[in-house]
């Protein structure tokens, strides 16, 4: 497996409140992704960065924020969670392109009661 | 984005019989990706296919890449118990891969 950590693997929280999910990797690949994965949608890309401080959004970015100050590290940020963000996210980090194959992260579990 | 439809979402099979999964897109692909995500588990890379008719083989996994690049299949012979998992199909499209929503396969032994 490639060198991706995730941290926290589990969380509960508070409507209401900031959560930050941090994605490490040791493999200096440049692309680095967020996805959400929920029964009946798969996986959906909620940003992605293609270097540091460069991200864009991805598919459902509405409600997080992402940042990368250093290339192998990778933020993911609800800013105000919601139940709707009930999900397991999962990091992956691609080398060359962002058409190339993926490596993912673990996952974290993140509930919001 | 790229739609890729992916069937079936689910199979259940019993240990010894074959399995296949289908992914179908309504545009040509420059390439498609195989992902398998065990219970549990994360996502991982399986293959890339990138020519068109293309065949390639990982022991009892064999995979294709249609003639017209607009469809592609995971055929496992003989599933093992060890197969058990979400099998799921990537396509370029928008500058970014999409996931199909993937085929869960059960393996009763």
């Known amino acids: 497996d490639a060198g991706i950590t995730q941290s926290p693997r589990h969380k509960v929280t508070e409507t209401g409140t900031p959560v930050t999910l941090r994605c490490h990797q040791t493999e200096n690949h440049r692309y680095m992704y967020w996805y959400r994965q929920d029964p009946g949608h798969g996986l959906r890309l909620i940003h992605y960065s293609y270097g540091v401080k460069d991200t864009d959004k991805g598919e459902v970015s509405d409600g997080y924020s992402v940042s990368r100050s250093k290339t192998e590290d990778f933020l993911l940020t609800l800013e105000s969670a919601t139940s709707s963000q009930t999900s397991v996210y999962f990091c992956?980090?691609?080398?060359?392109?962002?058409?190339?194959?993926?490596?993912f992260g673990p996952g974290t579990r993140l509930t919001v009661t | 984005g790229q739609q890729v439809m992916q069937i079936p979402q689910y199979q259940h099979v019993q240990e010894g019989e074959d399995f296949t999964t289908y992914c179908n897109s309504s545009?040509?692909?420059?390439?498609i990706q195989w992902y398998k995500q065990r219970p549990g588990g994360h996502p991982v890379f399986l293959i890339q296919?990138?020519?068109?008719?293309e065949v390639k083989k990982q022991k009892r996994l064999t995979f294709q890449f249609g003639e017209a690049k607009k469809n592609s299949s995971l055929h496992i012979t003989a599933t093992q118990t060890t197969d058990v998992g979400t099998y799921f199909c990537a396509v370029p499209g928008g500058g970014k891969l999409t996931f199909g929503q993937g085929t869960i396969l059960t393996v009763h032994p």
């Open positions: 545009t040509t692909l420059s390439n």
């Open positions: 992956a980090i691609s080398e060359s392109n962002r058409l190339s194959e993926q490596y």
């Open positions: 296919l990138v020519k068109s008719g």
